[in-house]
């Protein structure tokens, strides 16, 4: 009702709708509710607020914050997040306390973040506020100053369009939902069109309605164990393989499903919009759906992706199972993908590459470090074997330099992850920092918690956001950004520092075969 009927494009939609994305949240009489599962006869006679209704006093002490923190990237998440810490704020909870943040921020998903930063956020703007234990008081090279007009917005977005390839803004509209998304802007009476099971469009006035024809059903989290769908290669006999290494399907889990609009004859907006999806959309068929829907019947038209067709239809990292001896011989078994081979041939140089076929969804070298990242975890542990160190859990320290040319160099310890970061000119060094801290939560995640279901027919089962395994705010470690400035000319950190902190990560844990390793030991360290 808020989004297609009263046009309020704010209200976000990240799960279409399972509740469980936190971008639609609105307050009801003050207390936060997820609007995509709540029905409007329920709210019959009461307030709804959106964060665009929020009072200019607090709309402007969580922008400052947000802004002053780096808490907003791409700024899908953040509009819901500031009506939930405002509905808890008014109600007299205690925002600079780590416990309740982390309680509020359950309900939501930010992929973008890591939460560090918007939890500094919220210890800034609260009324009395004072600094968390772990996230403010021992923080960064350059801790939040609470002043976001000490910033340069300009600076700020070339390193965010940087790191994520494309445009973005991180600026006090974004915080609050005021940019538009690949969803948002179409005129009145744009058709909506929804993917049927068998690839066909339904178009309909409503979303509604659009929903019923394509006979949209709700996608739900399997009872299936994940399981790595390529198998470790057999040792040579009378030999054991050193180092092995062998990955699960998982989710780039970007929020804004794939979507995009277009009149007829026109050009179709951008899935892409105020977000770099890690690499996800970047072939996405939505845009051209969206141009021949419109012109085949006159209208303009707005194709949209469910949660569960991003799931379905999206690219995932390639899996990879590998077998090495300490002197970096072996076999890398890899999902048939253009370009992975030649990856693992360049890092791994000793070994022989096999590309296999898997069952499975759409692979990509688009994502986030895709193949690369796996092949520095796997040449850092032959480093650590040939200078004469065992595989065993503890203290690890990983530095890598990615293809761009940024270097990054991660430690964990039990007081958390460490991370220096080498990207040539910072340009704004909270923005820089947010993006190296959402690339070491990633790499935690990816290493310790994540994965999809995907049956031996290669069918995706996990469909829900909370099938995914990402780690949510309270599962997170303290993460130390250093920043060494340059002069250089900038390039994007994301991919070493995801890939730096992935290998440290996997080594402290005595580089178990499987991921995800599910081991989160580090996530209370440092925390108060």
Known sequence: ???????????????????????????????????????????????????????????????????????????????????????????????????TVDKALAAHLCRCTGWQTIREAAAIAAPSPRALA??????????????????????????????????????????????????????????????????????????????????????????????????????????????????????????????AWCEPG?????????????????????????????????????????REDTVRRGPKRPPLAAGLHADGTGIVRIARTPGAAQVLRTVLPHAKVEEVDVAGPTTSMDLRGAVWAEAQML???????????????????????????????????????ELHIDAGNPLDVTTLRSYAIGAAHMAWSWVTSESLTVDPEGHVQDLTIRSFGIARSADTPHINITIEPSQHPPIPAGSAAFAAAAAAIWLTQGAPPHLPTHCTALASAGDG
């Not at 293809?403 to 310890?413: Q, Y």
Request: charged share 20%; with cysteine; net charge negative.
């Open 266 to 306: 026109g050009e179709p907006s951008d899935p892409l919009a105020n977000g770099g999806a890690f690499g996800a959309k970047t072939t996405s068929p939505v845009r051209i759906e969206a141009r021949r829907l419109a012109d085949d019947l006159g209208r303009p038209v707005r194709v949209l992706w469910s």
């Open 134 to 259: 772990t996230d403010v008081a021992t923080s960064v090279a350059a801790p939040p100053s609470g002043d976001a007009t000490e910033r340069d917005p300009d600076a700020a977005a070339r390193r965010a369009s940087i790191e994520t390839g494309g445009p973005q803004r991180s600026v006090a509209a974004s915080v609050l939902g005021g940019f538009d998304f690949g969803a948002d802007g179409a005129p009145p009476g744009t058709l909506i069109g929804i993917g049927g099971p068998t690839g066909d469009w339904h178009t309909a006035e409503s979303l509604t309605e659009a929903r019923r024809q394509a006979g949209k059903v709700q996608g739900r989290r399997t009872t299936l164990e994940p399981t790595p769908p390529i198998e470790i290669p057999d040792a040579p006999p009378g030999t054991q393989w050193d180092v092995q290494l062998a990955t699960c399907w998982t989710e780039p889990g970007y929020l804004e499903t794939d979507a």
């Open 379 to 417: 040449s850092a542990a032959l480093h650590r074997l040939q200078t004469g160190e065992p595989l065993e859990a503890g203290t690890a320290t990983v530095k890598v330099t990615s293809p761009e040319g940024a270097t990054a160099s991660a430690t964990v310890t039990p007081d958390g992850i």
């Open 1 to 99: 009702m808020l989004r297609d009927r009263l046009g309020i494009e704010a209200v976000l939609d990240g799960c279409s709708p399972q509740g469980q994305c936190g971008c639609c949240t609105v307050l009801v009489d003050d207390a936060p509710r997820v609007a995509c599962v709540t029905p409007a006869r329920r709210v019959a006679g009461r307030q709804v607020t959106t964060a665009a209704g929020l009072t200019p006093p607090e709309q402007q002490r969580w922008t400052d914050a947000f802004l002053a923190c780096g808490a907003s990237q791409c700024g899908f998440c953040t509009p819901g997040i500031v009506c939930r810490f405002v509905g808890h704020e008014r109600r007299g909870a205690d925002l600079t306390d780590r416990a």
